[in-house]
């Protein structure tokens, strides 16, 4: 199938959940989030890659719903810790309702998501459940990091990769691993596969980086610099934090250290400097570098290249996002 029917079957199966059920204000916040859209990524390479191996993208669609769901409850908890008003332009759950309901319809969301994934195929369910819960616990990890990274300035650019690699790129990683297993893939081919996604997830990750600070509020879907106020380490601040000198530096430092603050005044001073430094190019340079390993790995695979189209332009999109 080409990717827009994929998108379209995936789309169509997503509507088809049921949450219009008591009680509704636990449902109805979950069905919200899912309505806000998305990109949806995750299923679509897992959807994907149950086609390469087998033809029949139908047998990966339990565990793609799944996989959304699950993305959208780690969503739905990154809003709360980081305190984000908005997501794809809407309110956020916990702004729309209020924390105690986001965080209960997180945890509903993520159970689901588990039954979503035991209609799965029984033959190949084993692995899919070893894999999805390694994968729940490394996010966990990841997102575990990350706080812990708010009170750190001396986060190395090691520990921020693996980070991120926890955070996003596993998630991606195991869609479609998990695509390839329901396709009867062989355990070289779905190893190589999730080292595909690795590679593109961190390179994702990256790029939102990017984005928060050289994006587009109407594009990027929240507001640019949220990342910047909340002095989160990104790629581009702990490379800022490691790499300035003398004045620069006093700057930095001063405006990581500021509780009260005009926002528009520190995303602009944090901006100038990464602008000094040059870090959206090392940044941008840094994301090609796992790109060409991620098309490494997917070279590996044994399939034919025209039979990999898919992924090869999937990952050239994700480098070209604007959003």
């Keep these: 199938m080409e990717t827009k029917e994929l998108q379209a079957l995936f789309e169509q199966e ?5 949450w219009n059920i008591e009680p509704r204000n636990l449902y109805t916040p979950i069905e919200y989030m899912l309505s806000l859209g998305g990109k949806r990524i995750r299923p679509l390479t897992t959807l ?5 191996f087998s033809g029949d993208p139908m047998r990966a669609l339990k565990p793609a719903l ?6 959208n409850f780690t969503l739905l908890h990154d809003d709360i810790m980081d305190r984000a008003d908005m997501r794809r332009n809407q309110p956020t759950v916990h702004v729309k309702w209020n924390d105690n309901t986001a965080i209960l319809s997180g945890d509903a969301m993520l159970i689901k998501s588990y039954q979503l994934l035991e209609q799965s195929n029984p033959e190949v369910l084993p692995k899919l459940l070893k894999l999805f819960s390694k994968t729940a616990a490394e996010v966990c990890d990841g997102q575990q990091y990350d706080m812990d990274f708010e009170s750190r300035n001396d986060v190395s ?6 980070m991120i690699r926890l955070k996003t790129a596993v998630l991606l990683a195991a869609a479609m691993k998990i695509g390839a297993i329901c396709g009867g893939a062989d355990d070289r081919d779905a190893q190589y596969l999730y080292e595909f996604g690795i590679g593109i997830g961190i390179a994702f990750q990256l790029k939102d980086d990017l984005l ?5 509020t109407k594009d990027f879907g929240k507001a640019i610099g949220g990342d910047i106020c909340c002095n989160k380490k990104t790629f581009l601040l702990i490379n800022a934090i490691n790499q300035s000198e003398g004045e620069d530096k006093k700057e930095l430092m001063k405006w990581l250290g500021k509780k009260n603050f005009d926002r528009e005044e520190k995303v602009t001073a944090i901006t100038n400097i990464y602008n000094k430094l040059h870090l959206r190019q090392f ?5 090609q570098e796992y790109y060409s390993q991620a098309v490494e790995a997917l070279r590996k695979i044994n399939k034919a290249e025209t039979d990999k189209a898919g992924f090869y332009q999937l990952a050239e999109k994700l480098m070209r996002r604007i959003s």
């Design 14 to 18: 997503l509507k088809k959940l049921n």
């Design 48 to 52: 994907m890659a149950c086609e390469l």
């Design 66 to 71: 799944a996989l959304e769901v699950f993305h």
């Design 157 to 162: 650019v090691s520990e921020y990769i693996e």
């Design 212 to 216: 928060d600070v050289y994006g587009d």
């Design 283 to 287: 940044t941008e340079s840094k994301m």
